[in-house]
């Protein structure tokens, strides 16, 4: 494989990328806030995505960017459009003129929540039902329609020793307050976004003639946010009690999926991915950032 763009290098997936990454020098992290070692992007500006790419000779990008603040999207429909469905319509046609391929990642929100049968597989019908759930799947579908070469990622619930997430955001509450009230009627799967990472590396290599077909990739089992918060106390050794609420008694701006579990049998029977369980990742995540308790090393 040649040179590789990540762009949005800057959140919890492109900062596990980049850890992964090492010293490569096939890889250019990008982001639309230039750092250290990452260079200035807008996804949506097409002269400078098709420069960038010529400059560097790029093969594969890994579009990691995206507008994530879910109830912010909802009073700011335009910026959310232009970042997750503007954005990736200018990635896909940038690749496909070079003939080269994109990884793009997508979520559970374009699923309306509504109990089913089992998880969501990937041919299931979108009903997203929230200004980013819209804005993702218009994404989606503009990569499609592109007939660029490449695959779409859908993932739920991603947190990491990086960046702002709710992992991070436990902790803190957990240290702090003797106890809080968290959401327990809303399911789904945390994932681990080095867990992602790594599945994104084994199967860039194998993309080939795929044109924006879709995937789902979580960790493995289910849990409510409860769950979660419950066994992050837990791991941590903090003494902070956990009360189940309902979505009603936490309101928000965007409406969230009551049931979001992905389908994951497509990927792994195709390029072979790990999904370990989530417990088990959350475990290592808060070890590599120093929050596990003795008695859980």
């Keep these: 494989m040649g040179k590789i763009l990540v762009t949005g290098s800057l959140g919890q997936l492109g900062c596990e990328l980049k850890e ?24 949506c500006d097409r002269q400078r995505v098709k420069k960038l790419m010529e400059e560097h000779d790029v093969d594969l ?40 391929a994109l990884i793009h990642i997508s979520t559970d929100y374009v699923f309306d929540g509504k109990r089913k049968i089992g998880a969501y597989r990937e ?57 809080i009230g968290v959401v327990a009627d809303q399911t ?26 879709i995937y789902h990739y979580t960790n493995e089992g289910s849990c409510t946010w409860f769950d979660f918060a419950a066994l992050i106390m837990l791991y941590c050794g903090l003494d902070c009690k956990i009360n189940p609420i309902t979505t009603e ?15 994951k049998s497509k990927i792994r029977e195709e390029f072979g991915v790990e999904t370990p369980w989530w417990s088990v990742s959350l475990k290592e995540s808060l070890h590599k950032m120093g929050k596990l308790a003795p008695q859980h090393l």
């Design 123 to 179: 041919n299931d019908t979108c009903r997203p039902q929230s200004v980013y759930g819209i804005t993702k799947r218009q994404g989606e579908l503009a990569i499609r329609r592109s007939r660029c070469r490449g695959v779409i990622i859908r993932t739920a619930w991603l947190y990491s020793s990086y960046g702002n997430n709710f992992v991070k955001t436990m902790v803190r509450l957990g240290s702090e307050k003797s106890e």
């Design 20 to 43: 992964l990454a090492g010293n490569d020098q096939n890889w250019i992290f990008t982001d639309a806030l230039p750092d250290n070692g990452t260079l200035q992007l807008d996804i």
């Design 61 to 100: 990008v890994i579009n990691c960017a995206a507008y994530t603040n879910v109830d912010k999207a909802e009073s700011d429909k335009e910026l959310s459009t232009k970042i997750n469905a503007e954005g990736p319509a200018v990635l896909a046609r940038c690749v496909r003129e070079r003939n080269a």
């Design 188 to 213: 789904g799967t945390p994932t681990y976004a080095r867990d992602l990472a790594k599945a994104i590396l084994t199967i860039a290599p194998h993309i080939g003639e795929r044109r924006g077909e």
């Design 249 to 263: 008694e936490y309101p928000t701006a965007a409406h969230r999926p009551a049931y979001s579990l992905l389908d």
